[in-house]
Protein backbone atom coordinates (compact mmCIF):
# COMPACT_ATOMS: atom_id res chain seq x y z
CA UNK A 1 0.00 0.00 0.00
CA UNK A 2 1.08 3.26 -0.83
CA UNK A 3 1.70 6.00 1.87
CA UNK A 4 -0.73 9.02 1.90
CA UNK A 5 1.55 12.68 1.54
CA UNK A 6 0.12 15.13 3.20
CA UNK A 7 -0.41 18.20 0.84
CA UNK A 8 -0.52 21.67 1.55
CA UNK A 9 -1.63 23.60 -1.61
CA UNK A 10 -2.40 26.99 0.20
CA UNK A 11 0.90 29.23 -1.24
CA UNK A 12 0.11 31.56 2.01
CA UNK A 13 1.04 32.42 5.56
CA UNK A 14 -0.79 29.90 7.74
CA UNK A 15 -2.89 31.62 10.50
CA UNK A 16 -1.71 31.36 14.04
CA UNK A 17 -4.44 30.37 16.50
CA UNK A 18 -8.13 30.69 17.74
CA UNK A 19 -8.89 31.09 21.30
CA UNK A 20 -12.65 31.64 22.74
CA UNK A 21 -13.99 32.01 26.24
CA UNK A 22 -17.28 32.02 28.14
CA UNK A 23 -18.44 32.92 31.43
CA UNK A 24 -21.96 32.25 31.33
CA UNK A 25 -23.36 30.13 34.99
CA UNK A 26 -26.65 28.15 33.86
CA UNK A 27 -26.01 28.15 30.50
CA UNK A 28 -24.33 25.62 27.86
CA UNK A 29 -21.08 26.84 27.70
CA UNK A 30 -19.91 23.83 25.97
CA UNK A 31 -22.09 24.15 23.42
CA UNK A 32 -21.08 27.66 22.87
CA UNK A 33 -17.58 26.91 23.33
CA UNK A 34 -18.12 24.26 20.72
CA UNK A 35 -19.95 27.30 17.92
CA UNK A 36 -17.49 29.64 18.76
CA UNK A 37 -14.55 27.29 17.61
CA UNK A 38 -15.87 26.65 14.59
CA UNK A 39 -16.33 30.11 13.86
CA UNK A 40 -12.42 30.44 14.62
CA UNK A 41 -11.45 27.41 12.24
CA UNK A 42 -10.04 29.05 9.92
CA UNK A 43 -7.80 30.70 12.51
CA UNK A 44 -6.04 26.78 12.85
CA UNK A 45 -6.77 22.97 11.54
CA UNK A 46 -4.77 20.93 12.89
CA UNK A 47 -5.89 20.80 16.46
CA UNK A 48 -9.26 21.49 18.91
CA UNK A 49 -9.96 22.03 22.20
CA UNK A 50 -12.55 22.86 24.96
CA UNK A 51 -11.60 23.09 28.70
CA UNK A 52 -14.77 23.26 31.33
CA UNK A 53 -15.01 24.05 35.18
CA UNK A 54 -18.17 23.65 37.14
CA UNK A 55 -16.61 25.81 39.79
CA UNK A 56 -14.41 23.47 41.80
CA UNK A 57 -13.22 20.65 39.22
CA UNK A 58 -11.89 20.41 35.32
CA UNK A 59 -12.73 18.99 32.33
CA UNK A 60 -10.98 19.11 29.39
CA UNK A 61 -11.08 17.34 25.56
CA UNK A 62 -8.71 18.01 22.99
CA UNK A 63 -6.96 16.33 19.84
CA UNK A 64 -5.89 16.42 16.83
CA UNK A 65 -8.07 17.88 13.50
CA UNK A 66 -10.74 20.05 12.69
CA UNK A 67 -13.46 21.11 15.24
CA UNK A 68 -15.93 18.64 13.83
CA UNK A 69 -13.34 15.74 14.19
CA UNK A 70 -12.19 16.10 17.71
CA UNK A 71 -15.61 16.67 19.18
CA UNK A 72 -18.96 14.64 18.25
CA UNK A 73 -21.99 14.55 20.22
CA UNK A 74 -20.91 11.87 22.79
CA UNK A 75 -18.05 14.00 24.05
CA UNK A 76 -19.76 16.95 23.89
CA UNK A 77 -22.95 15.85 26.30
CA UNK A 78 -20.01 14.59 28.77
CA UNK A 79 -18.66 17.96 28.76
CA UNK A 80 -22.05 19.15 29.06
CA UNK A 81 -23.22 16.84 31.55
CA UNK A 82 -19.94 17.86 33.70
CA UNK A 83 -22.01 20.62 34.68
CA UNK A 84 -19.80 23.48 33.83
CA UNK A 85 -20.10 27.61 34.21
CA UNK A 86 -17.46 28.59 32.73
CA UNK A 87 -15.32 27.32 29.23
CA UNK A 88 -12.34 27.96 27.03
CA UNK A 89 -11.25 26.16 23.86
CA UNK A 90 -8.81 26.74 21.27
CA UNK A 91 -7.69 25.46 17.60
CA UNK A 92 -4.47 25.39 16.24
CA UNK A 93 -1.89 25.79 13.98
CA UNK A 94 1.58 24.85 15.11
CA UNK A 95 3.85 27.94 15.49
CA UNK A 96 5.92 27.01 17.78
CA UNK A 97 6.42 23.94 19.38
CA UNK A 98 5.36 20.63 16.47
CA UNK A 99 2.58 19.03 15.77
CA UNK A 100 1.45 16.73 17.90
CA UNK A 101 -1.32 15.99 20.12
CA UNK A 102 0.52 16.52 23.18
CA UNK A 103 0.49 20.02 22.04
CA UNK A 104 -2.64 20.69 21.56
CA UNK A 105 -4.66 23.73 23.59
CA UNK A 106 -5.87 24.60 26.30
CA UNK A 107 -3.32 23.40 28.73
CA UNK A 108 -3.67 22.79 31.78
CA UNK A 109 -1.65 23.10 34.62
CA UNK A 110 -2.07 22.82 38.29
CA UNK A 111 -0.43 24.70 41.06
CA UNK A 112 -0.83 26.27 44.30
CA UNK A 113 -3.97 28.03 43.92
CA UNK A 114 -5.51 25.18 41.78
CA UNK A 115 -6.18 24.57 38.14
CA UNK A 116 -5.63 27.49 35.25
CA UNK A 117 -6.75 26.22 31.85
CA UNK A 118 -5.09 28.78 28.97
CA UNK A 119 -5.54 28.99 25.26
CA UNK A 120 -2.53 31.24 23.45
CA UNK A 121 -2.54 32.47 20.16
CA UNK A 122 0.83 34.01 19.39
CA UNK A 123 4.79 33.88 19.54
CA UNK A 124 6.89 34.38 22.54
CA UNK A 125 10.05 35.36 21.42
CA UNK A 126 12.14 35.00 24.17
CA UNK A 127 10.17 31.63 24.78
CA UNK A 128 14.11 29.74 24.77
CA UNK A 129 15.61 31.72 27.24
CA UNK A 130 12.52 31.33 29.77
CA UNK A 131 12.24 27.73 29.55
CA UNK A 132 16.13 27.28 29.96
CA UNK A 133 15.36 29.45 33.26
CA UNK A 134 12.80 27.50 34.29
CA UNK A 135 14.24 24.16 34.09
CA UNK A 136 16.95 24.91 35.51
CA UNK A 137 14.51 25.83 38.66
CA UNK A 138 13.57 22.19 38.27
CA UNK A 139 10.34 22.48 36.35
CA UNK A 140 9.47 20.11 33.92
CA UNK A 141 7.62 20.75 30.82
CA UNK A 142 5.14 18.31 28.94
CA UNK A 143 5.01 20.15 25.61
CA UNK A 144 7.36 21.79 23.14
CA UNK A 145 4.88 24.76 22.73
CA UNK A 146 5.78 28.40 24.23
CA UNK A 147 2.58 28.48 25.54
CA UNK A 148 3.68 25.50 28.02
CA UNK A 149 6.39 28.67 28.80
CA UNK A 150 3.78 31.22 30.03
CA UNK A 151 1.69 28.76 31.72
CA UNK A 152 4.43 27.89 33.99
CA UNK A 153 5.63 31.54 34.49
CA UNK A 154 2.73 31.90 36.37
CA UNK A 155 2.32 28.59 38.02
CA UNK A 156 5.57 29.54 39.50
CA UNK A 157 5.17 33.53 40.41
CA UNK A 158 4.22 33.41 44.43
CA UNK A 159 1.23 36.00 44.52
CA UNK A 160 -1.88 35.71 46.40
CA UNK A 161 -4.60 35.93 43.05
CA UNK A 162 -4.41 34.50 39.66
CA UNK A 163 -4.71 38.24 38.14
CA UNK A 164 -1.74 39.11 40.00
CA UNK A 165 0.66 36.29 38.94
CA UNK A 166 -0.64 36.94 35.27
CA UNK A 167 0.69 40.66 35.56
CA UNK A 168 3.99 39.79 37.27
CA UNK A 169 5.08 37.37 34.56
CA UNK A 170 4.32 39.82 31.86
CA UNK A 171 7.32 41.88 32.49
CA UNK A 172 9.44 38.47 31.43
CA UNK A 173 6.95 38.08 28.20
CA UNK A 174 8.23 39.18 25.35
CA UNK A 175 6.36 38.72 22.34
CA UNK A 176 3.04 38.28 20.94
CA UNK A 177 0.11 37.08 22.81
CA UNK A 178 -4.07 36.86 23.24
CA UNK A 179 -4.26 34.86 25.91
CA UNK A 180 -7.55 33.52 27.21
CA UNK A 181 -7.15 31.89 31.00
CA UNK A 182 -9.45 29.81 32.99
CA UNK A 183 -9.24 29.16 36.99
CA UNK A 184 -12.55 27.50 39.00
CA UNK A 185 -14.30 30.45 39.33
CA UNK A 186 -12.67 33.44 37.10
CA UNK A 187 -12.28 33.64 33.23
CA UNK A 188 -9.53 36.16 32.04
CA UNK A 189 -8.67 37.47 28.96
CA UNK A 190 -4.62 39.16 28.15
CA UNK A 191 -3.43 40.96 25.09
CA UNK A 192 0.21 41.76 25.23
CA UNK A 193 1.18 45.17 25.51
CA UNK A 194 1.40 45.99 21.60
CA UNK A 195 -1.69 44.66 20.82
CA UNK A 196 -0.44 42.37 18.26
CA UNK A 197 -3.08 39.63 17.97
CA UNK A 198 -7.02 40.53 18.23
CA UNK A 199 -9.04 39.90 21.54
CA UNK A 200 -12.30 41.09 21.92
CA UNK A 201 -15.01 40.88 24.30
CA UNK A 202 -18.74 40.79 23.97
CA UNK A 203 -21.65 40.42 26.70
CA UNK A 204 -24.72 37.13 26.05
CA UNK A 205 -28.21 38.50 26.47
CA UNK A 206 -29.36 36.10 29.13
CA UNK A 207 -26.34 37.54 31.18
CA UNK A 208 -22.43 36.44 30.97
CA UNK A 209 -19.94 37.67 29.02
CA UNK A 210 -17.70 35.79 25.84
CA UNK A 211 -13.97 36.59 24.62
CA UNK A 212 -13.00 35.39 21.34
CA UNK A 213 -9.89 36.43 18.90
CA UNK A 214 -12.20 37.68 16.73
CA UNK A 215 -15.90 38.92 16.09
CA UNK A 216 -17.16 36.32 14.39
CA UNK A 217 -16.83 34.14 17.20
CA UNK A 218 -19.33 36.18 18.90
CA UNK A 219 -21.95 36.52 16.60
CA UNK A 220 -22.17 32.82 16.32
CA UNK A 221 -23.60 32.54 19.88
CA UNK A 222 -25.50 35.40 19.41
CA UNK A 223 -23.00 37.84 22.16
CA UNK A 224 -23.35 41.44 21.64
CA UNK A 225 -19.60 43.18 21.04
CA UNK A 226 -18.81 45.18 23.91
CA UNK A 227 -14.67 46.62 22.47
CA UNK A 228 -11.81 45.03 21.89
CA UNK A 229 -9.50 44.47 24.54
CA UNK A 230 -6.53 47.24 24.44
CA UNK A 231 -3.12 46.24 24.09
CA UNK A 232 -1.73 45.84 27.58
CA UNK A 233 -4.95 45.30 28.99
CA UNK A 234 -6.42 41.95 31.54
CA UNK A 235 -9.98 41.49 31.22
CA UNK A 236 -11.26 39.62 34.92
CA UNK A 237 -14.92 38.46 34.51
CA UNK A 238 -15.93 36.52 37.26
CA UNK A 239 -19.48 36.69 39.82
CA UNK A 240 -19.09 40.57 40.52
CA UNK A 241 -18.91 40.71 36.51
CA UNK A 242 -16.54 42.45 34.28
CA UNK A 243 -13.49 44.03 35.38
CA UNK A 244 -10.51 45.77 33.32
CA UNK A 245 -6.83 46.36 34.20
CA UNK A 246 -4.32 47.98 32.56
CA UNK A 247 -0.88 45.59 33.43
CA UNK A 248 1.42 46.88 30.79
CA UNK A 249 2.18 49.67 28.10
CA UNK A 250 4.04 50.32 24.96
CA UNK A 251 4.21 53.64 22.98
CA UNK A 252 4.78 51.19 19.89
CA UNK A 253 1.77 49.60 18.52
CA UNK A 254 2.43 47.57 16.41
CA UNK A 255 -1.28 44.98 15.40
CA UNK A 256 -0.43 42.67 12.78
CA UNK A 257 -1.39 44.01 9.37
CA UNK A 258 -2.19 40.79 7.74
CA UNK A 259 -5.07 40.57 9.65
CA UNK A 260 -6.96 42.67 8.06
CA UNK A 261 -5.20 41.17 4.35
CA UNK A 262 -5.92 37.74 5.08
CA UNK A 263 -6.25 35.90 8.53
CA UNK A 264 -9.11 37.54 9.80
CA UNK A 265 -12.62 36.32 8.48
CA UNK A 266 -14.17 39.27 6.41
CA UNK A 267 -17.55 39.17 8.53
CA UNK A 268 -15.12 40.20 11.38
CA UNK A 269 -14.71 43.74 13.25
CA UNK A 270 -11.05 44.17 14.37
CA UNK A 271 -10.48 47.32 16.49
CA UNK A 272 -13.05 49.37 15.24
CA UNK A 273 -12.72 48.51 11.30
CA UNK A 274 -14.62 45.51 9.23
CA UNK A 275 -12.27 43.32 7.45
CA UNK A 276 -13.83 42.86 4.88
CA UNK A 277 -14.87 46.78 3.52
CA UNK A 278 -11.08 47.14 4.58
CA UNK A 279 -10.33 44.80 1.67
CA UNK A 280 -12.56 46.56 -0.60
CA UNK A 281 -10.30 49.85 -0.46
CA UNK A 282 -6.94 47.35 -0.52
CA UNK A 283 -8.33 45.93 -4.10
CA UNK A 284 -9.67 49.73 -5.20
CA UNK A 285 -6.65 51.31 -4.36
CA UNK A 286 -4.77 48.18 -5.92
CA UNK A 287 -7.02 48.98 -9.44
CA UNK A 288 -5.67 52.94 -9.36
CA UNK A 289 -2.00 51.72 -8.72
CA UNK A 290 -2.11 48.86 -11.34
CA UNK A 291 -4.59 49.66 -13.87
CA UNK A 292 -4.81 47.13 -16.82
CA UNK A 293 -7.26 46.71 -19.98
CA UNK A 294 -9.28 43.63 -19.16
CA UNK A 295 -12.63 41.79 -19.85
CA UNK A 296 -13.04 40.39 -16.22
CA UNK A 297 -11.92 40.70 -12.62
CA UNK A 298 -11.90 37.73 -11.47
CA UNK A 299 -10.77 36.53 -7.06
CA UNK A 300 -8.49 33.19 -6.04
CA UNK A 301 -11.79 32.48 -3.80
CA UNK A 302 -11.74 33.01 -0.78
CA UNK A 303 -9.28 35.44 0.72
CA UNK A 304 -9.21 37.61 -2.70
CA UNK A 305 -12.63 37.97 -2.91
CA UNK A 306 -13.50 41.20 -0.95
CA UNK A 307 -10.68 43.04 -2.86
CA UNK A 308 -11.35 41.84 -6.49
CA UNK A 309 -14.76 43.20 -5.49
CA UNK A 310 -13.13 46.64 -4.68
CA UNK A 311 -10.83 46.49 -7.77
CA UNK A 312 -13.87 45.68 -9.91
CA UNK A 313 -15.76 48.62 -8.60
CA UNK A 314 -12.91 51.00 -8.83
CA UNK A 315 -11.35 49.73 -12.42
CA UNK A 316 -15.29 49.20 -13.80
CA UNK A 317 -14.27 46.20 -15.64
CA UNK A 318 -16.72 42.90 -14.92
CA UNK A 319 -16.74 41.11 -11.49
CA UNK A 320 -17.06 37.53 -12.06
CA UNK A 321 -16.42 34.00 -10.84
CA UNK A 322 -13.96 32.21 -12.85
CA UNK A 323 -12.64 30.26 -10.34
CA UNK A 324 -14.52 27.41 -8.29
CA UNK A 325 -13.58 26.51 -4.94
CA UNK A 326 -14.10 22.80 -3.88
CA UNK A 327 -15.37 23.15 -0.16
CA UNK A 328 -15.01 19.60 0.88
CA UNK A 329 -11.58 19.44 1.52
CA UNK A 330 -9.25 21.02 4.25
CA UNK A 331 -6.34 22.74 4.15
CA UNK A 332 -4.57 20.07 4.17
CA UNK A 333 -5.17 16.34 2.63
CA UNK A 334 -3.73 13.32 1.79
CA UNK A 335 -2.89 11.78 -1.69
CA UNK A 336 -1.11 8.59 -2.58
CA UNK A 337 1.50 9.57 -4.92
CA UNK A 338 3.86 12.52 -5.33
CA UNK A 339 2.60 12.77 -9.51
CA UNK A 340 -0.87 13.59 -7.92
CA UNK A 341 0.58 15.86 -5.22
CA UNK A 342 2.03 18.30 -7.97
CA UNK A 343 -1.45 18.62 -9.25
CA UNK A 344 -3.09 19.22 -6.25
CA UNK A 345 -4.41 22.83 -6.85
CA UNK A 346 -6.87 21.29 -9.61
CA UNK A 347 -8.40 19.49 -6.70
CA UNK A 348 -9.38 22.51 -4.79
CA UNK A 349 -9.73 25.45 -7.58
CA UNK A 350 -11.90 24.55 -10.83
CA UNK A 351 -12.05 26.95 -13.63
CA UNK A 352 -15.66 28.21 -15.25
CA UNK A 353 -14.03 27.51 -19.03
CA UNK A 354 -17.37 29.23 -20.67
CA UNK A 355 -16.73 32.15 -18.32
CA UNK A 356 -12.54 32.06 -19.05
CA UNK A 357 -12.41 31.59 -22.73
CA UNK A 358 -11.58 34.29 -25.09
CA UNK A 359 -11.42 36.80 -22.31
CA UNK A 360 -8.85 39.11 -20.90
CA UNK A 361 -8.65 38.23 -16.85
CA UNK A 362 -7.26 39.77 -14.08
CA UNK A 363 -6.88 38.09 -10.84
CA UNK A 364 -6.93 39.06 -7.70
CA UNK A 365 -5.29 37.39 -4.58
CA UNK A 366 -4.39 38.50 -1.39
CA UNK A 367 -0.78 37.66 -1.16
CA UNK A 368 2.22 35.45 -2.43
CA UNK A 369 4.46 33.86 -0.33
CA UNK A 370 5.92 31.01 -2.08
CA UNK A 371 4.74 30.95 -5.48
CA UNK A 372 3.97 27.76 -5.63
CA UNK A 373 0.00 27.95 -6.49
CA UNK A 374 -0.12 31.34 -8.09
CA UNK A 375 2.01 29.34 -10.82
CA UNK A 376 -0.51 26.89 -11.36
CA UNK A 377 -3.47 29.00 -10.80
CA UNK A 378 -2.11 30.92 -13.78
CA UNK A 379 -1.59 28.02 -15.94
CA UNK A 380 -5.51 26.40 -14.90
CA UNK A 381 -6.92 29.85 -15.97
CA UNK A 382 -4.86 29.97 -19.75
CA UNK A 383 -5.71 26.05 -20.06
CA UNK A 384 -9.51 27.14 -19.51
CA UNK A 385 -8.66 29.50 -22.71
CA UNK A 386 -7.96 32.95 -20.97
CA UNK A 387 -6.69 35.13 -23.61
CA UNK A 388 -4.59 36.89 -21.18
CA UNK A 389 -3.77 36.45 -17.05
CA UNK A 390 -2.81 39.86 -15.25
CA UNK A 391 -2.01 38.88 -11.83
CA UNK A 392 -2.91 41.75 -8.81
CA UNK A 393 -1.98 41.19 -5.42
CA UNK A 394 -4.09 43.25 -2.68
CA UNK A 395 -0.75 43.21 -0.47
CA UNK A 396 2.71 44.34 -0.79
CA UNK A 397 5.31 41.95 -1.59
CA UNK A 398 6.56 39.91 1.39
CA UNK A 399 9.97 39.59 1.96
CA UNK A 400 10.37 38.97 5.34
CA UNK A 401 9.78 36.46 7.72
CA UNK A 402 7.24 36.67 10.62
CA UNK A 403 8.44 35.37 14.25
CA UNK A 404 5.32 36.37 16.05
CA UNK A 405 3.10 33.30 15.25
CA UNK A 406 2.86 32.71 11.65
CA UNK A 407 4.83 29.64 10.08
CA UNK A 408 7.64 31.26 7.77
CA UNK A 409 11.23 31.10 9.74
CA UNK A 410 13.49 32.38 7.31
CA UNK A 411 13.86 34.56 4.15
CA UNK A 412 14.59 31.98 1.67
CA UNK A 413 11.14 30.47 1.75
CA UNK A 414 9.76 33.55 0.48
CA UNK A 415 10.08 34.10 -3.74
CA UNK A 416 9.96 38.19 -3.17
CA UNK A 417 12.92 38.39 -1.27
CA UNK A 418 15.12 37.32 -3.87
CA UNK A 419 12.99 37.91 -7.05
CA UNK A 420 11.49 41.40 -8.24
CA UNK A 421 8.27 41.64 -9.31
CA UNK A 422 8.99 41.04 -12.95
CA UNK A 423 10.89 37.92 -12.35
CA UNK A 424 8.09 36.43 -10.24
CA UNK A 425 6.00 37.73 -13.20
CA UNK A 426 7.80 35.61 -15.39
CA UNK A 427 8.19 32.57 -13.17
CA UNK A 428 4.15 32.10 -12.54
CA UNK A 429 3.66 32.86 -16.46
CA UNK A 430 0.77 35.64 -16.03
CA UNK A 431 1.05 38.64 -18.69
CA UNK A 432 1.45 41.51 -16.22
CA UNK A 433 1.93 41.34 -12.32
CA UNK A 434 1.31 44.36 -9.93
CA UNK A 435 0.80 44.19 -5.89
CA UNK A 436 -0.13 46.97 -3.87
CA UNK A 437 2.02 49.25 -2.33
CA UNK A 438 2.97 49.95 1.25
CA UNK A 439 2.12 53.60 0.95
CA UNK A 440 -1.56 52.25 -1.16
CA UNK A 441 -1.93 50.06 1.79
CA UNK A 442 -2.40 52.89 4.59
CA UNK A 443 -3.44 55.47 2.37
CA UNK A 444 -6.79 53.12 1.38
CA UNK A 445 -7.13 51.44 4.68
CA UNK A 446 -6.74 54.90 6.60
CA UNK A 447 -4.74 52.74 9.24
CA UNK A 448 -1.58 53.85 11.68
CA UNK A 449 1.60 53.22 10.14
CA UNK A 450 2.85 53.61 13.95
CA UNK A 451 0.42 51.32 15.27
CA UNK A 452 0.65 48.27 12.87
CA UNK A 453 3.22 45.53 12.48
CA UNK A 454 4.41 45.25 8.69
CA UNK A 455 7.90 43.16 9.26
CA UNK A 456 7.21 40.86 6.71
CA UNK A 457 6.50 43.47 3.91
CA UNK A 458 9.47 46.50 5.39
CA UNK A 459 11.74 44.27 7.85
CA UNK A 460 10.86 46.64 10.88
CA UNK A 461 9.86 43.64 13.40
CA UNK A 462 8.18 45.66 16.73
CA UNK A 463 11.23 43.32 18.74
CA UNK A 464 14.55 43.14 18.92
CA UNK A 465 14.90 39.34 17.86
CA UNK A 466 16.59 37.18 20.22
CA UNK A 467 15.43 33.38 18.17
Not at 373 to 378: G, L, P, Y
Amino acid sequence: MLKGISCDFEDKFREECGVFGVYAPGQDVVGMTYLGLFALQHRGQESAGIAVTDGENMEMEKDMGLVSQVFDEKSLSELADFGGTIACGHVRYSTAGSSHPVNAQPLVARYRHGALALSHNGNIVNASKLRQELEDKGHMFQTTTDSEVIASLIAQVGKPSVEEAIEACMDDIRGAYALVCMTKDKLIGVRDPKGIRPLCVGRLPEGGYVLASETCGLDVVGAEYLEDVKPGEMVIIDQSGLRKKEISTSKQKAFCIFEFIYFARPDSDIDGSNVHMMRRKFGAELAREHPVEADLVIPVPDSGISAAVGFAHESGITYAEGLIKNRYIGRTFILPSQNLRETSVRIKLNPIKKVLEGKRVVVIDDSIVRGTTSAKIVQILKDAGAKEVHMRISSPPVMYPCHLGIDTRSSSELIAYSHSPEEIRSIIGADSLGYLSIEGLYQASGLSLHDHCAACFDGEYPFQLEE
